[in-house]
């Protein structure tokens, strides 16, 4: 079954450490995005790339950091800047920048702070 | 820019009831709108859509029309049934961003 795989489910975060979010996709899509979620504030976009070994900076970039080395892979990594980390990290795809409107998501990591 | 407005919620229905959730957005051009809906610990799926004015889309049941006039994308559905109990997003898409609402958290009750 082609799809979106995001692991792991849950994620903590120590003080001043990096952690890195994975996100793989087997459909072939060439536009991928990473989404924040907070409870009563929608999703929020933070990353997204549209080809391979290019991505651009959403609404809410600042502390995070992303890479697209190949097509079906977009770990996003939480740095230590982003001082307040607890959310819900959705990854999405869509076949392409033309089909922006279509995603496919994941199922989330829930990313929380020791 | 872009933005999408939903009603307050949440909401609580009996099974059987009519279901109407409110969106009204705000964008320059053209834009096309979606309705995407996430079960309890998942993530999005795209219930449906709708590219331009007067479209109406329509999904398992739920419906939504594009209103330019009042530029609003309501979705409805006639009976709602307890497997239904989600959170719903209305969206837009310039053609360069999906724009979410806050989304709404509907609980249907046997």
């Known amino acids: 079954d082609g799809g979106i795989t995001q692991s792991p489910k849950y994620l903590f975060r120590k003080e001043g450490q990096n952690v890195t979010l994975s996100c793989e996709q087997n459909l072939n899509h060439d536009a991928m995005y990473w989404y924040r979620q907070d409870p009563g504030q929608g999703l929020r976009l933070i990353y997204y790339s549209q080809i391979v070994n290019d991505f651009q900076k959403g609404d809410i970039a600042e502390g995070y950091s992303v890479s697209r080395e190949k097509k079906e892979s977009f770990p996003l990594t939480v740095t230590s800047a982003q001082k307040n980390p607890t959310a819900f990290y959705l990854c999405?795809?869509?076949?392409?920048?033309?089909?922006?409107?279509?995603?496919?998501f994941g199922p989330g990591t829930r990313l929380l702070v020791l | 820019g872009n933005s999408v407005t939903q009603m307050e919620g949440p909401v609580t229905l009996s099974e059987e009831a009519f279901l109407t959730i409110n969106c009204t957005y705000t964008a320059t051009g053209y834009p096309s709108l979606f309705w995407y809906v996430q079960y309890p610990g998942e993530g999005l799926q795209l219930l449906l859509k709708?590219?331009?004015?007067?479209d109406k889309g329509s999904n398992k049941g739920f419906e939504a029309t594009y209103r330019k006039e009042t530029t609003s994308f309501h979705l409805e559905k006639g009976s709602v049934q307890v497997s239904d109990s989600a959170v719903y997003f209305c969206a837009l898409s310039d053609g360069s961003k999906l724009t979410f609402g806050k989304g709404i958290t509907l609980s249907v009750r046997p």
């Open positions: 999405a795809s869509s076949i392409d920048e033309g089909t922006i409107g279509t995603q496919y």
């Open positions: 709708a590219t331009k004015a007067d």
